[in-house]
């Protein structure tokens, strides 16, 4: 029996067997058949739903190796996002409103997914602009892995004063007097961010189940089906997952998700995964929920920050002797394993350990090196040599002109290697690292895997480190699927596999490059079923129920993905200081075009950008 035809289409399967098609059928859940709308219409029956496409393009459900949707979905709904704002004046002017409808005690929070590239005046907000903004209302505005800005009544929320010391790896703006001037500075780790977040009210646990059900919706609007969690700080097993293992009990997952566990306490990393390797195992949980394996945080010791405002983090000694316990443990119990590891220096030091640990106990699964923006060709085929495979995300879309400018532009052409790692043929993973910091929104990263440009316009890359469109698809779909150890169930539209699927608002293969990081999907189907429609499809998408809290910016604000997306980096006018601007010092000078017009020189002392950390441009 065939549940559902959708025919007259333009249908990218990524099955090398059928890779073109017009229709699709589905039964129970899975693939029937993908051909001509001849071939496919001959499969139904009196009670399949036809669906016409009108010449839309399908494309395999998108699937994110690494994010963080479990920890993201509990405050989604009370998290205003800035991506697509068109300048800082729109910015602020969402901050206002946000603000005046926040009751206390909670705060305003932009965590994550914008650049100040993005903005018309090329710069952040300054902090009297968003004290101006919300006055009696605190505000925790992240920016990038480098700083958080916090206006005066978030400071006094969580005591913050000229008597708080400066926390590990982190720097507390001071003014003259030695009070705080609400900056925030990573050095280079991004704990006293995080830290600082935490200390903010959580939504009731009602809340946070329409909030991770908003989210989920809002990534079905931009075509994603799957997504690995890649856990996270505070983010603790099993109690901490009580919300979607709800959500999945009561049928209302409309993302799968596979989930790793992520060892929460330094000094206690052996111990979390000693036990947990006693109460599950790799694949437990159903199609919609299901555990995934060890990280991407294996033991503190092994983090190499990614903040490239500060230099590269050489790791502590200790850290090969604490990471082979922990490896050693995952390969005897066959255990996928996950690592965080920017830097092609942490990666030599990691597969040190890796080729040790399987020379005694040979891996028998899958592990996993995350982000990997400097890697060397040498460590890209030690990881293929031992099985492992490389999730990229698309952080150098909003930190490419730091680099830039730190590394330089020629480091920066391959970085990562995108076109190395697929030549090398080890498996190569789409994703965003997403809620904090950067974008949950797929195309985004598909934009800039395919034009090599940040969020602000910067060419990073040539033509030998570009993908094409089908092979940008491929990563965030089939490439993805092997991080899971899904492969043989989802990331084509081949028969038996999932029935996840996605039909584009444009047609990805044929737009002009300005027109990707405005597609999203207007029909949406996970297990076969409609998960989100729009437009044409609006009477198809299933209820949600109404955003909660009713102060929330997912109740205030369209999301980024019902928002119009600007088709080209903000247009670079920017007043000239001639004009009245009164934000200079003696230290720094006055040079803001600088921000816009070159790279960002986040080294130089003596200019406007200097260390991104001035007090006169916060003040």
């Known amino acids: 029996m065939t549940d559902t035809i959708l025919f007259n289409g333009k249908i990218t ?37 036809v669906i016409d496409l009108g010449g839309r393009r399908v494309i395999p459900g998108l699937n994110d190796s690494h994010t963080h949707l479990i920890r993201g979905g509990l405050s989604f709904n009370m998290e205003l996002r800035w991506e697509n704002v068109p300048s800082v004046s729109d910015a602020l002017a969402m901050l206002r409103k946000q603000a005046a409808v926040t009751p ?18 090329r710069r952040m907000p300054t902090l009297d602009e968003i ?65 600082t977040l935490s200390q903010g009210p959580k939504l009731p646990p ?88 060890a990280g991407e945080n294996l033991t503190w010791s092994a983090a190499d920050f990614e903040n490239f405002l500060e230099p590269r983090p050489d790791l502590a000694p200790v850290m090969e002797a604490e990471l082979e316990k922990i ?41 996993i090196i995350d982000h990997a923006e400097t890697i060397s060709q040498k460590n890209i085929d030690r990881i293929k040599a031992l099985g492992g495979g490389i999730a990229t995300q698309h952080r150098m879309a909003f930190q490419g002109e730091y680099f830039a400018d730190r590394y330089g532009a020629d480091a920066a052409k391959a970085t990562p290697p995108l076109r190395d790692m697929l030549k090398t043929g080890l498996p190569v ?76 608002s444009d047609d990805l293969m044929s737009v002009t490059e300005d027109k990707i990081r405005g597609i999203t999907s207007v029909l949406t189907m996970v297990d076969g079923k409609v998960v989100h429609g729009a437009g044409d499809y609006a009477d198809l998408s299933p209820p949600l129920p109404p955003a909660s809290p009713d102060w929330g910016s997912t109740a205030t604000f369209a999301t980024p993905a019902m928002r119009d997306v600007p088709q080209a980096p903000a247009p670079m006018q920017m007043r000239a200081c001639a004009d009245g601007c009164a934000s200079g010092c003696g230290m720094h000078g006055h040079n803001h075009q600088i921000a816009w017009a070159n790279p960002v020189p986040v080294r130089d002392k003596t200019a406007f950008w200097g260390a991104l950390g001035c007090s006169c441009f916060m003040a």
């Open 429 to 504: 993973g789409g994703g965003t690292d997403a809620t904090r910091v950067a974008s949950y929104d797929p195309w985004v990263a598909i934009y800039w895997l395919t034009t090599g440009k940040t969020m602000g316009g910067l060419q990073l890359y040539g033509d030998d480190n570009l993908l094409t469109r089908e092979e940008a698809v491929s990563i965030w779909t089939t490439g993805s699927a092997w991080f899971s150890g899904e492969a043989d169930v989802k990331g084509t539209l081949a028969s038996g596999m999932y029935a996840d699927l996605a039909v584009l």
């Open 104 to 121: 206390a005690p909670q705060w305003v929070r932009v965590v994550g997914g914008w650049s100040e590239f993005q903005f018309a005046e």
């Open 13 to 49: 399967t990524l099955d090398p067997n059928t890779p073109d098609a017009t229709a699709i059928a589905i039964a129970d859940g899975k693939v029937l058949r993908a051909g001509s709308d001849r071939e496919i219409q001959m499969l139904k029956d009196s009670d399949t739903q």
């Open 327 to 367: 490896v050693e443990l995952l390969a005897d119990r066959e255990w996928p394993f996950r690592i965080h590891a920017t830097y092609d220096e942490t990666i030599d030091r990691f597969l040190n350990v890796f080729e040790r640990v399987n020379g005694r106990t040979p891996f028998k699964t899958r592990f």
């Open 131 to 195: 004290n101006d903004a919300a006055p009696d209302t605190p505000v925790f505005i992240l920016h990038l892995y480098g700083s958080a800005l916090l206006n005066r009544a978030a400071l006094k929320a969580i005591g913050m004063t000229r008597e708080t010391p400066n926390p590990p790896g982190g720097v507390i703006e001071r003014d003259a007097k030695g009070n705080p001037t609400g900056m925030l500075v990573a050095k280079p780790s991004a704990l006293i961010l995080y830290s």
């Open 206 to 293: 009602e809340d946070q189940i329409n909030s991770t059900r908003h989210f989920m919706r809002e990534l079905n609007r931009l075509g994603v089906t799957s997504v690995i969690d890649a856990g996270g700080g505070g983010q603790n097993y099993p109690d901490d997952y009580d919300v979607v293992s709800k959500l999945n009990e009561d049928g209302h997952l409309t993302v799968r998700i596979a989930y790793n566990l992520f060892a929460q306490k330094a000094g206690s990393e052996l111990s979390d995964y000693e036990k947990w390797v006693e109460i599950t195992e790799p694949g437990a949980g159903d199609a919609m929920l299901r555990m995934n394996g």
